[in-house]
């Protein structure tokens, strides 16, 4: 058992923290600042800042470009750029990366390496047919372009995703989607060109092998963004999550990818590694919030005395470094299971971390929040966005409940359980 | 012992709760809608849309308005419009109107019973010269203009009121302010005449006895409001929480109320009643979480069975109505002991429903938020928005930790702790 | 709406509340010592001394008996005695006295106010013939004899009634009781001299019209105390619970209670008080285990402060007394709807304070014992020992599973689910 | 990063749980009704049944015998028994080896390595002169004697351990003790040989450098133990907690260990391992109570299911599932960290377990007593006994919140806290 991280995950750990300790918090602030500014004199916040796109460029100098991506894909885009195809790391030497990448809301996209574009380049790595490598994958890599991944409905309880009610039926060379998805998240983004969208193929097949996963260009006739959706008040711009419905949407039936009917097979393989990014993210997100909580509480004094030291809150700092630090080994450890046998191999940890990690992350930053007074709600500290996101995460790719169902079925599972 | 309300809360609630549910609940949404329509094409979101008036009318023709105010005030206001001055409800009759008025956002401001506005009527009620109850106490409780309260400041621990640094000192016949406030709710409000301050008047008085209120009209030279916060990414347009600067701020002496050095006495009166207002408030909103989480668990299906039925949502449920009852059952005795001996005699209790309800409400919400998924955090259930109330509460008035504080310090006070 | 109790409630609950801190609460120590003391030496602990029968008289004198009898009984053993055959107490009434006897384990037992005995003389009051009456209730108000109440069952989950497989057959003018029961509460005592069995006459009959309740003689032939049980390391001496099997016992078919098939509609009338009562013990409970917490809080120093002083001490002293109050407001108002409109009229109140009481208590009193360190959990504080009568009563009459249930159920209903 | 145990852990593990499955838990229930029955019919349950003594043979023929020590040592009674001295394991190997002997409470006495003698052997193996070492190490390395350790006192907040008042003066070449300790583990034990017991030295001394440690026989005149203390009703026989006064102690001055004035270094190097130990074998405890949880939820039914797929039983089932792998990793890792870096390395990390794996095993357990009803409370399931011992944990070397307190200044003192 050896609990330090391998000499290159520590080494690109540190690479993106110093990244982002130098060039990414430091202007973080402002350019949040300016977003709201812009919105609050009626401009168009969804129109991008230059700001990120210099540090992308500085970043992808560095080598700090792709992480996630689990092993090297060697497109034009590699040669274009001189960057290596993805650094090919395993979930348990990126864990880290993206927590020191979690501390920041805009490191991510920094580093390429945001939702839901890393998920969908995953999909396309794993199960792309050249042609949609070539298409899709290769200016997603470079940075060229945005994508969207469209699975959540409206109309229906999706935690349950065999109640989807899209449809995307073959007709000749062609597959015709219809339905309305919603959550699409970074849909909102100017650069977004390609949708993932997911829908029901063959009804009459067996329940898992029903639906497909489908590329639709965003400028495909029939697609239409009918608003984007606010988060506790937050809209996410330049991302944001979009309602987007799809009429008569006609695209080669090429654009299934891996073949119709394997939708669901393709969501497991991208939805662990997927989560794993987002606990870990979360993990450095509550890993911030603690810190500025201890600072706040060291600076400002009541009653004679630093907030820190006031009642009950060094109980609550030491429930939350005991919290952060047992729910990163919780997902450090489902990272690492996942490396020695893949999802189905890591269904019981994946789950486990899906459901306790936003919630103590939620937790933690609901203290930070108030020890910073009215101000640790407003957007002088990236403390409610961070709670936004943390409670966000509790709904997005299965709601705590679902995940609870499924530790619970493995668990009884153990004692002959049928389900 | 007996649990029943008289029989005119009975009918003043009821009435309330009938015109609410007539009035203001169908045309809420469609309200907050156009209000975030306004904001996304770059109109000002800060002009008050018409209906609320015409709401205000009608509540005022039926004889539901000031229903807070606890004594009958007969100004000219009164004649003008012949209702009565004010319902004279004492705080446990009033508590279960608030209730009702709570389930809503706008109903309160329709029935004119709307923070900060009711807690500086009753200061001016109470407190007022014959000159400053005529100037601004007359058309508040007319609804001609709206006011704030400025006490919380940005740069200290405002839960400890001896921090504040806003000075109000005493030059001839003018009293001068200097300082900085934030979280002046209401301040953003087209109709915001007049202001109440908080600020230092004599340093070397004794420990409460230093601080003066004083009225300060919005357009005296030297108020700025710098910015508007938001709150969860919300800014609760048309009312708003400012930050504010006052800069040699001049008005006559005659503005401070009741004298020099009362500004603590005044707040203690201040906020015991108010606090019961803001509990009950919050058990109507929770109550109006928990009927749309029982309704939307009904209605939706997954994996075969109503949401309701899934896991642990039954158990929430039961949980919920459980923490709402008990919780009104506090906040209802909270009001009658205000009732029998006044603020002193109800410190404990006071203190005990502003750190209980408050994290009441917030959970209860935040169960109804996950059992509607995406939606629950969107705009278009008042969810999220009901969920920020709850959770800014829990700072306003006073931190949890603040209120904790008082009511172990009487409990080890019965043993003879000496603080 | 008012709080007050009322005149009698007042005076009783005052006189109960002298009487336990003049005589019982300074031997009550002694007496468990004593107890322990028997048992060590390889004594009789069941065997009871003779101090609590001394109160026993005097508490009779002082007109402090059978305080629980919701109505007159005017049998012999009232001429007798010269005592008030029942207190005709309201709910409302009796639950402040209620918590007064709470505060003491011996107390209840001492004004002859204690479970089962209460429930099961009750029933007989209610539902019992005159010649039952005669035989039974008499010489238990006269606290002549002690009394068991037979209903969970080792071999079922018995949270749900009808898995009861205990058979209560009638053979001519006999009724034939086969089975096996246990947590059967007072079977222990030397004076048990009569046990209420509940068990299946007619498995066909209409669910709730299967079960009948009978008088059982201890002594009957059959009737077997299989061992005494221990709740977490107690037995509970000198009433106890049992292990009990019923071989072939025969009574005369008199002896069921109101008549076959009516067991349900019994037990439905003899819980909703009973879980009152219980449910105001554990508040005089919780209140005394707050009491010694403060207590201890300000008289031990640690790091030079007094424990109370130190960490989140004073916010869990603040928690425990809200918790305390709102809880006790919950039961006050169950029983004031009990004494509204019975039973039926008090269903999710009754199950909500069932759930949430005991476990208010239970952890109210896992604060108290960790302020008081090692000797929290000893035998040196009555800590451990109301810990463990809080724990089971989150299983007696119902888990808390059931009571949450129930409660959901109640509140779907509202909305129109079937159940 | 590897999760992986070394093989020797794996092997280890291994054995030890086929060990306890194949001969100790078959016979645990059976041991433990027997010392009730003992009890029950006034024998003395002090007196060791002859079962455990076979059980130990064999373990020791196994070579499982001692596998808590550190470090070789080649005493005599190695060479007698022909094993090896101690295993060697580091922290991080013997974690596991832990976990699989807490699944039963007799098993780690089988393998001879429970509290407090482990804890006992470890300081004479670091700090004993070779006089000690052969003396009382090697007979209790042989299972030969049993030790106990008196440190906390009755009259005192023994959580600040500067407040103890039992003095251990030179007087020549003696030691001289007078006091009065108590939670003294293991002194109801007949083989109980050996105390080691912490006093005060110097109180004019630096303040760590005050108290001293010394070795005193059993039989030493003046030592008496005046007690057995019960923790929630339960003895612990044959090992029990003694209250022990020392009057007028003489014992040669050389059975200080390490010489005057290093108690607290010593108790340092004792405690971090110790915590270790009693956390992995609390995770075993809670694996053994989630075990009979998930069993008893598919045995029982009730309304038509089986209890686990009732309410939220299966959110509880996951919970616990999370709760226990993610205190397992912090375990690990704090043992890891120990094992790097030594106890002032890992200081918030022992710190962290002391305080959050107790917790956890107590809500555990408290879950799977309530899954099995009346029974879970009894003593025909372990779980009461589970329980107990979790809950005394929480105070036992240091109460959760002088250890929150610890992790909270370690926290602080990054961003410059002075304490």
Redesign the interface.
């Known amino acids: 058992?050896?609990?330090?991280?391998?000499p290159r995950?520590a080494e690109l750990t540190e690479a993106v923290r110093a990244f982002v300790d130098e060039h990414v918090t430091p202007i973080e602030h402002d350019y949040h600042r300016q977003v709201?500014r812009t919105?609050a004199e009626?401009?168009d916040p969804w129109q991008p800042l230059p700001l990120p796109a210099e540090l992308r460029e500085r970043a992808r100098a560095e080598g700090l470009w792709n992480l996630f991506l689990p092993a090297g894909h060697e497109g034009p885009y590699a040669q274009r750029y001189g960057t290596r195809g993805g650094a090919g790391l395993s979930n348990?030497?990126y864990a880290p990366v993206a927590e020191a990448m979690g501390r920041s809301f805009m490191a991510p996209y920094v580093f390429n390496c945001n939702a839901p574009d890393t998920g969908n380049a995953e999909v396309l790595l794993k199960y792309g047919s050249p042609q949609q490598q070539r298409e899709w994958l290769d200016p997603l890599l470079a940075g060229e372009i945005r994508s969207a991944f469209c699975m959540?409905e409206?109309g229906?309880?999706?935690?349950?995703a065999t109640?989807m009610e899209l449809t995307a039926v073959l007709d000749g060379d062609e597959v015709v989607l219809d339905g309305r998805k919603?959550?699409s998240t970074g849909i909102g983004h100017p650069d977004c060109r390609i949708l993932i969208v997911m829908g029901v193929t063959d009804p009459d097949a067996e329940r898992h092998r029903r639906h497909s996963m489908v590329l639709v260009p965003r400028e495909t006739p029939g697609v239409r963004v009918e608003r984007m959706?606010?988060?506790?008040?937050?809209q996410d711009e330049p991302y944001g999550h979009g309602e987007v419905s799809f009429t008569d949407v006609r695209v080669p039936a090429d654009n299934i990818i891996a073949g119709p009917g394997r939708a669901f097979e393709i969501a497991q393989g991208r939805l662990g590694p997927g989560r794993v990014h987002h606990c870990m993210r979360l993990i450095g997100l509550a890993e911030h919030a603690?810190?500025l909580a201890?600072?706040r509480?060291?600076e400002?004094?009541?009653?004679g005395k630093?907030?820190?030291n006031?009642?009950?809150?060094?109980?609550?700092?030491?429930?939350a470094?005991?919290a952060i630090?047992?729910?990163r080994?919780?997902v450090?450890?489902a990272a690492?299971?996942l490396d020695q046998g893949g999802p189905l191999h890591a269904l019981?940890?994946v789950s486990?971390i899906k459901?306790?990690v936003p919630n103590m992350a939620q937790q933690v930053i609901?203290f930070a929040?108030?020890i910073h007074?009215?101000?640790?709600?407003?957007?002088d500290f990236p403390l409610?966005?961070a709670?936004?996101a943390a409670?966000?995460i509790?709904?997005?790719d299965g709601?705590?409940?679902v995940?609870?169902?499924?530790?619970?079925?493995l668990?009884?599972g153990?004692?002959?359980?049928a389900r």
Request: glycine fraction near 12%; aromatic fraction near 8%.
């Open positions: 058992m050896d609990f330090s991280p391998s995950a709201a919105r009626g401009g348990t030497d959540t409206p229906v309880a999706s935690s349950d109640n919603w959550w959706l606010d988060t506790m008040g937050f603690l810190e201890c600072r509480g060291l400002r004094v009541a009653f630093p907030l820190a006031l009642g009950g809150n060094r109980e609550r700092i030491a429930d470094r005991i630090d047992s729910m080994l919780l450090l450890h690492w299971k019981s940890e486990q459901v306790a609901d929040m108030q007074g009215g101000a640790g709600l407003s957007g409610a966005a709670w936004t409670r966000a509790r709904l997005a709601p705590d409940e995940h609870r169902g499924m530790v619970a079925r668990e009884l153990k004692y002959g359980a």
